[in-house]
């Protein structure tokens, strides 16, 4: 059985065009009270030792998770039309103690999964780069095992993808149950997930050619084009100080802002959509088949 991917986006632009406020005010907002206070954080004039750094990014990577939970919210009300406003953003913060932990819960677990695997590929890997002398043998094993622990990588991500849905249903279930259900709710369907959030890459594409020209202007302003310094160490140093430059890295996001506002919503309620759709089908196939309370 399949979950209709076109069905279920344009559902979600649909209930998308219902929401008061606009989906793109909940996004700009959502975008301010991430990629903007992270922007604001770095003009904060403090000492930058490695403690100070670790502790900010520490702050922020905790402050962001509470957000894009509170995201998470507003599309799913917003799927089943229920009018959320963007207080809902906010709503993360009441349970922000079950969110972290649960997001620490996915990390761990996806780690120790990443690297079983990794392990167990490895030995083949292993294998072959002993047993041949042909480079070409080696490049083609080298791309194979970089393919598979990517892909890895994306199987074990999408175990937990509907976590933070659940957790948004049964608060009072705890983060734990939110992990263990999401797991028994993607298995057999991980493939299915995977193709709708892939429909979304032209969208991605779109933002990576508008960021890359801008860093691509900055290069060329710099006349790191010149073919007499491609290539050196010098030029990859100086590569690397224009695109972490300050203008380069808004500039950079701020041409990718009208494409975000419109892919980040529509994602997210589709992704919210794809959970709802996920709930019918074990309604429907009975009692056994739900994820235990």
């Given at each position: 059985?399949?979950?209709?991917?076109?069905?279920?986006?344009?559902?979600?632009?649909?209930?998308?065009?219902?929401?008061?406020?606009?989906?793109?005010?909940?996004?700009?907002?959502?975008?301010?009270?991430?990629?903007?206070?992270?922007?604001?954080?770095?003009?904060?004039?403090?000492?930058?030792?490695?403690?100070?750094?670790?502790?900010?990014?520490?702050?922020?990577?905790?402050?962001?998770t509470v957000v894009q939970f509170g995201l998470c919210l507003w599309?799913?009300?917003?799927?089943?039309?229920?009018?959320?406003?963007?207080?809902?953003?906010?709503?993360?913060?009441?349970?922000?103690?079950?969110?972290?932990?649960?997001?620490?819960?996915?990390?761990?677990?996806?780690?120790?999964?990443?690297?079983l695997g990794a392990t167990v590929m490895g030995i083949p890997m292993v294998i072959v780069v002993s047993a041949s002398n042909s480079y070409g043998a080696l490049a083609a094993a080298t791309v194979l095992f970089t393919l598979a622990l990517i892909a890895l990588l994306t199987a074990i991500s999408l175990r937990y993808a509907?976590?933070?849905?659940?957790?948004?249903?049964?608060?009072?279930?705890?983060?734990?149950?939110?992990?263990?259900?999401?797991v028994t709710m993607m298995r057999g369907w991980k493939w299915e997930l995977f193709k709708l959030n892939f429909s979304f890459i032209g969208y991605e594409l779109i933002n990576l050619i508008l960021s890359g020209g801008v860093m691509v202007f900055f290069m060329s302003q710099a006349g790191l084009f010149d073919p007499a310094v491609v290539g050196t160490m010098e030029w990859a140093n100086q590569s690397m100080t224009v695109l972490y430059s300050v203008p380069a890295v808004i500039l950079s996001t701020l041409v990718t802002i009208p494409v975000s506002l419109w892919l980040l919503p529509y994602r997210m309620v589709a992704q919210a959509g794809f959970y709802d759709a996920r709930l019918a089908l074990m309604s429907q196939a009975g009692p056994s088949e739900m994820p235990p309370v």
């Open positions: 059985m399949e979950i209709d991917r076109k069905e279920l986006k344009r559902q979600a632009r649909e209930r998308m065009g219902l929401t008061d406020p606009k989906f793109w005010v909940v996004a700009l907002a959502y975008l301010a009270m991430t990629t903007g206070v992270s922007w604001l954080f770095s003009l904060i004039p403090i000492p930058r030792t490695q403690t100070t750094v670790i502790f900010l990014q520490l702050l922020l990577a905790l402050y962001t599309a799913l009300w917003t799927y089943r039309q229920m009018d959320p406003g963007l207080n809902s953003l906010m709503q993360g913060f009441s349970v922000a103690g079950r969110v972290v932990v649960m997001e620490l819960g996915i990390f761990a677990r996806t780690m120790g999964w990443y690297f509907l976590a933070p849905y659940l957790l948004a249903d049964r608060p009072d279930d705890g983060p734990a149950a939110a992990i263990y259900r999401s």
